[in-house]
């Protein structure tokens, strides 16, 4: 069984910084992309950021110039850097890992991780 369980959330002022970790567990062989999304009340889950196993980043309009993203491929994990916050990022955000192919099957999967809580306050 895969997990994927997600570490760094909390309460911060604008302008400040959190730094969001994920670690995908269990019998995986590969991961093509991790990334993370985010969802506030009332709105669709979005996404913010995305990284390819190959070091390939994508992120949304919004976040670009205050998040990055990194991966470390062979613990299987993806962190989420965000800095100069602002109270529109508050959202629970998610990790999630795209193509997460298992042992032994061979099996691809996307799995989420439970999410984790941003408040950014004004």
Same mark, same amino acid.
């Given at each position: 069984?895969?997990?994927l369980?997600?570490?760094?959330?909390?309460l911060v002022?604008?302008?400040?910084s959190?730094? #969001?970790?994920? &670690?995908? +567990?269990? %019998?995986?062989? +590969?991961? /093509?992309?991790m990334?993370?999304?985010?969802?506030?009340?009332? @709105?669709? %889950?979005? #996404?913010v &950021?995305?990284? !390819?196993?190959?070091?390939?980043? /994508?992120y949304a309009?919004?976040? @670009?110039? %205050?998040? !990055?993203?990194? %991966?470390? /491929?062979? @613990? /299987?994990?993806v962190? #989420?850097? *965000?800095?100069?916050l @602002?109270?529109?990022? !508050?959202?629970?955000?998610y990790?999630h890992?795209?193509? #997460?192919?298992? *042992?032994?099957? *061979?099996? !691809?999967?996307?799995?989420w991780?439970?999410?984790?809580?941003?408040?950014?306050?004004?």
């Amino acid at each position: 069984q895969v997990q994927l369980v997600e570490s760094g959330g909390g309460l911060v002022q604008a302008g400040g910084s959190l730094r #969001l970790s994920c &670690a995908a +567990s269990g %019998r995986i062989f +590969s991961i /093509n992309a991790m990334g993370w999304y985010r969802q506030a009340p009332g @709105k669709q %889950r979005e #996404l913010v &950021a995305v990284i !390819t196993s190959g070091g390939r980043t /994508n992120y949304a309009d919004s976040v @670009k110039g %205050r998040f !990055t993203i990194s %991966r470390d /491929n062979a @613990k /299987n994990t993806v962190v #989420l850097q *965000m800095n100069s916050l @602002k109270p529109e990022d !508050t959202a629970v955000y998610y990790c999630h890992a795209d193509d #997460l192919t298992l *042992m032994p099957t *061979m099996r !691809t999967y996307d799995y989420w991780g439970q999410g984790t809580q941003v408040t950014v306050s004004s």
